[in-house]
Nanobody, 124 residues
Framework: QVRLVESGGGLVQAGGSLTLSCAAS????????MGWFRQAPGKEREFVAA????????SYGDSVKGRFTISRDSAKNTLYLQMNSLKPDDSAVYYC?????????????????WGQGTQVTVSS
């Protein structure tokens, strides 16, 4: 069992930056991938970014490429999402998630573990 707890959400002005953290407890291994997804009211859940733990391969959704960076501190078992040049369209609840089969890193329905989510609001 893996438990995920996000933090770092909040209110920020457009153009600003924010860093989300996700503290993981429980057993993860190199087959896992960990990712960030987001969901805004009335919209479908959207893939934001993911990292495969075995290779450190990273992937990003088209809407955040060049602005967001995913990283992981393995010693702390903590996942991060650095968000720069934020836009009002980035406003959503952001979820941290983990999947045992890292090959499914971009597909939310295959993820096995989810955090409770943290709200990010970007004002114009």
């Amino acid at each position: 069992q893996v438990r995920l707890v996000e933090s770092g959400g909040g209110l920020v002005q457009a153009g600003g930056s924010l860093t989300l953290s996700c503290a993981a407890s429980g057993r993860t291994d190199t087959r896992f991938a960990m990712g960030w997804f987001r969901q805004a009211p009335g919209k479908e859940r959207e893939f934001v970014a993911a990292i495969r733990l075995g290779s450190s391969y990273t992937s990003y959704g088209d809407s955040v490429k060049g602005r967001f960076t995913i990283s992981r501190d393995s010693a702390k078992n903590t996942l991060y999402l650095q968000m720069n040049s934020l836009k009002p369209d980035d406003s959503a609840v952001y979820y941290c998630a983990a999947v045992r089969d890292g090959s499914y890193y971009s597909t939310g329905r295959f993820y096995d573990y989810w955090g409770q989510g943290t709200q990010v609001t970007v004002s114009s």
